[in-house]
């Protein structure tokens, strides 16, 4: 299943994702820093969704309440509850 999120609060405005059941595949930024939006799809390669979810949930950039990382965290599960309706 792809799916894509529009991102909130961050430089980013959106991230193209693929599930296989939990696990997620082949990640895409669009805007944002190009080397940490290169990084973080190779780091969550093959995890499941609640492990994306552990390890990115509630990573803030700078002062602002969220970050490219937790908007992946939201995405990841958000595309989950999509695909199980």
Same mark, same amino acid.
């Given at each position: 299943? +792809?799916?894509?999120?529009? +991102?909130? *609060?961050? &430089?980013? +405005?959106?991230?193209? !994702? $693929?599930?296989?059941?939990? /696990? #997620? =595949? ?6 944002? &820093?190009p *080397?940490? !939006?290169?990084? /973080?799809?190779?780091? #969550? $390669?093959?995890?499941? #969704?609640? $492990? #994306?979810? $552990? ?8 002062? =602002?309440? +969220?970050? &490219? *990382? ?5 995405? &990841?599960?958000?595309a ?6």
């Open positions: 299943m +792809t799916y894509t999120y529009k +991102t909130q *609060g961050t &430089c980013s +405005t959106k991230i193209e !994702l $693929e599930l296989d059941g939990n /696990i #997620v =595949k082949n990640v895409k930024f669009t805007g944002g &820093c *080397g940490n !939006l290169l990084a /973080i799809p190779k780091l #969550v $390669e093959g995890l499941t #969704v609640d $492990e #994306v979810e $552990e390890k990115l949930s509630g990573i803030r950039c700078g002062f =602002k309440p +969220t970050s &490219c *990382g937790d908007q992946l965290a939201h995405a &990841c599960r958000a989950y509850e999509e695909s199980q309706k």
